[in-house]
């Protein structure tokens, strides 16, 4: 599902967010927590994007509004949400595959 390449960058990126997060004095809890937490902020922000870009929201954030800042927001949820799955060492491949086949037979009822 995601390069080598891919890997090795969000995981240089992820244990300098550890690191921090350590020194900030989390523990394994509080830090699965955050990074949850963390994931709702971003999934709010994709919301507002998401919003302007279908006219919701008031006027200014309809003017600002750009398909780059929607695609950053995507990204952040992907990004944040590889963050927990690596908390508690989740293979996110074998997971989005595994629920992609339930899918798959799901809408086989539609």
Same mark, same amino acid.
């Given at each position: 599902?995601?390069?080598?390449?891919?890997?090795?960058?969000?995981?240089?990126?992820?244990? &300098?967010?550890?690191?921090? !997060? =350590? @020194?900030?004095?989390?523990?394994?809890?509080?830090?699965?927590?955050?990074? *949850? %937490?963390?994931?709702?902020?971003?999934?709010?922000?994709?919301?507002?994007?998401?919003?302007?870009?279908?006219?919701?929201?008031?006027?200014? &954030?309809?003017?600002?509004? !750009? =398909? @780059?800042?929607?695609?950053?927001?995507?990204?952040?949820?992907?990004?944040? *949400? %590889?963050?927990?799955?690596?908390?508690?060492?989740?293979?996110?491949?074998?997971?989005?595959?595994r629920k992609i086949d339930i899918l798959n037979e799901k809408i086989s009822d539609y």
């Amino acid at each position: 599902m995601f390069t080598h390449d891919f890997l090795e960058k969000f995981n240089a990126i992820n244990v &300098k967010f550890s690191q921090k !997060n =350590k @020194e900030r004095g989390y523990d394994f809890n509080t830090e699965a927590m955050y990074s *949850t %937490l963390k994931l709702g902020e971003e999934f709010g922000e994709l919301s507002e994007q998401v919003l302007s870009a279908l006219g919701h929201q008031r006027q200014s &954030k309809i003017n600002s509004y !750009n =398909k @780059e800042n929607l695609e950053t927001e995507i990204a952040d949820i992907i990004i944040q *949400t %590889l963050v927990v799955a690596a908390h508690f060492d989740v293979d996110v491949s074998q997971a989005v595959s595994r629920k992609i086949d339930i899918l798959n037979e799901k809408i086989s009822d539609y």
